[in-house]
């Protein structure tokens, strides 16, 4: 039965003028899990994410978030219904700080995002839930920081954090340790971890390290259909997985070549 999935897709198509970039695929994300999408550049991760969050419309095909067909849903009433994409009102404020950030999403979620005839002081009851929020990020001595003296890995959290202010029953993260070195990568991995306590989430993420640290089941795209679908063990053993990787990182290789030799001729 479809409720015992948080989320389920049922051939789910997108089509940009006649080019299909998500071709049938069949979702479904069991509750408690960490399920990553994962595939080279191009596979229609992101193209999927948005249209689970409705920033883009599906062209065929049904989307259910615990049963119930969302697929004609806006992205606000989805994500009153609890699916919330981290970084969807992330834009974080950069002269604000860590604390204001975080209360302004409180209020966004509560529906007061517009009583600005309110005084400061009739917002401090805001605050107990702000600092509970910035300690599960880690981020608690920073709540009087302005958010663009953070470093980028604490900005991230931060994000995270006001994400978590929507209260979401599924989290969606788009690739949360992308650009980041090892320790924010590291810190990042331990706060999803805690992040998914209590919550289904779903990443694309394309740090393979991190996949298999943190999640329990992987779906691979290629070329916007579902590749395979497995725990970290089966799917990187899996051959079709490894040739559409190292068939990339060859394809890359083989043009970086064929432009250097290029540059030598002339």
Known sequence: MSDQFVLETRGLVKE??????????????????????????????????NLLTKFLTPTRGQILFRGDDITAMKSAAIARKGVVRSFQISAVFPHMTALENIRVALQSFEGTSFSFWKSGTSLNKLNDRCMELLDSVGLAEFANTTTVELAYGRKRALELATTLAM???????????QGMGGEDVDRVVELVKKAAEGR?????????????????????LAQGSVLTEGDYQSVSADPRVREVYMGTANDKAAKAQTTATQETVE
């Open 167 to 177: 209260e979401p029953k599924l989290l969606l993260l788009d690739e949360p340790t």
């Open 16 to 49: 940009f003028k006649g080019f299909v970039a998500v071709d049938d695929v069949n979702l479904k994300i069991q509750d408690g899990h960490i399920h990553a999408l994962i595939g080279p550049n191009g596979a229609g991760k992101t193209t999927v994410f």
């Open 200 to 220: 289904t989430v779903l990443m694309v993420e394309h740090n393979l390290s991190v996949v298999s640290r943190l999640c329990d089941r992987i779906t691979v």
